[in-house]
């Protein structure tokens, strides 16, 4: 039991600070402000390359934003790390 509450720790550890950034960034788009939006997420990806909420959201930003190909380029990294995400595949026939 101890084993299994220390990696849930190192795990939440993992994305310490993620989830608050994550909704910052949702704040940005929702406030009319999509480059900072678009900004606070790149960053996101950068520091932690396997976070998919962060890709999904910033694929649907530069979506909002008419930048297809960046769009395309997140939802290409979302589905590699999850292929069945709903999410991402609705939105890469929007794109294609």
């Not at 678009?38 to 998919?52: C, N, Y």
Request: with cysteine; proline share 5%; aromatic share 10%.
């Amino acid at each position: 039991m101890t084993a299994l509450l220390a990696g849930a720790a190192v795990g939440l550890a993992r994305y310490h600070g993620l989830p608050l950034r994550l909704g910052r960034a949702s704040s940005f788009m929702e406030g009319n402000q999509p480059g900072r939006a678009i900004a606070q997420l790149e960053k996101m990806v950068k520091q932690r390359p396997d976070f998919l909420p962060a890709h999904f959201d910033l694929a649907q930003a530069y979506f909002n934003q008419s930048e297809y190909a960046q769009a395309e380029t997140e939802l290409k990294r979302v589905l590699d790390l999850k292929p069945k995400h709903a999410g991402a595949r609705a939105l890469w026939e929007w794109c294609i």
